[in-house]
T-cell receptor, first 109, second 114 residues
Framework: QKEVEQDPGPLSVPEGAIVSLNCTYS??????FMWYRQYSRKGPELLMY????GNKEDGRFTAQVDKSSKYISLFIRDSQPSDSATYLC?????????FGQGTELSVKP | DGGITQSPKYLFRKEGQNVTLSCEQN?????MYWYRQDPGQGLRLIYY???????QKGDIAEGYSVSREKKESFPLTVTSAQKNPTAFYLC?????????????FGSGTQLSVL
């Protein structure tokens, strides 16, 4: 079993839809949780960074962490075609980040 | 502009050849990392370095080597011992604080075998 599980998709939604992306993890030692966005053949860029359980909002993006269920989510409101990318969750274990395999999102105009 | 520069963007390796991927950063970050990304898979850590002249193996170090002679530079050599080198290679850097592990990535190098 992988330490971090993420549905690879692909996920296709119409413009304006609310998108929900999810990751589960097995190691309760994970403390820091991140979401990265990666456009095709580019390096990932940090989108959201959270530490504690609960919600963190930044514009159209909301990151949610539920440590009791070992589950994290990223919500995108009013999705735009420019949001089409692969979204990677990442979690810190010791001195290293462990990444999920990424979910490919396509937002259709 | 501050950032991480990877070169070349595309690289081809012949059988039995060693190739070196370049990574330079001007963010004054202490730590640097190399990740490998295969289609449909997450990023896997190859090597990382938290200080000049020191580095540690990641999860898939076999067939790779690195050096960290300068804070700004962390080149990766893919040796002939790496039998399946075709992948997208990403270099990253970060500050080192008690809790901060936010990574900044370069734009990647696609390595293919001829």
């Amino acid at each position: 079993q992988k330490e971090v599980e993420q549905d690879p998709g692909p996920l296709s939604v119409p413009e304006g839809a609310i998108v929900s992306l999810n990751c589960t993890y097995s190691n309760s030692a994970f403390q820091y949780f991140m979401w990265y966005r990666q456009y095709s053949r580019k390096g990932p860029e940090l989108l959201m960074y959270t530490y504690s359980s609960g919600n963190k909002e930044d514009g159209r993006f909301t990151a949610q962490v539920d440590k009791s269920s070992k589950y994290i989510s990223l919500f995108i409101r009013d999705s735009q075609p420019s949001d089409s990318a692969t979204y990677l969750c990442a979690m810190r274990r010791g001195g290293k980040l462990i990444f999920g395999q990424g979910t490919e999102l396509s937002v259709k105009p | 502009d501050g950032g991480i520069t990877q070169s070349p963007k595309y690289l081809f390796r012949k059988e039995g050849q060693n190739v070196t991927l370049s990574c330079e950063q001007n963010l004054n970050h202490d730590a640097m990392y190399w990740y490998r990304q295969d289609p449909g898979q997450g990023l896997r850590l190859i090597y990382y370095s938290q200080i000049v002249n020191d580095f540690q193996k990641g999860d898939i170090a076999e067939g790779y080597s690195v050096s960290r002679e300068k804070k700004e530079s962390f080149p990766l050599t893919v040796t002939s011992a790496q039998k399946n080198p075709t992948a997208f290679y990403l270099c990253a850097s970060s500050m080192l604080t008690d809790s901060n592990e936010k990574l900044f990535f370069g734009s990647g190098t696609q390595l293919s075998v001829l």
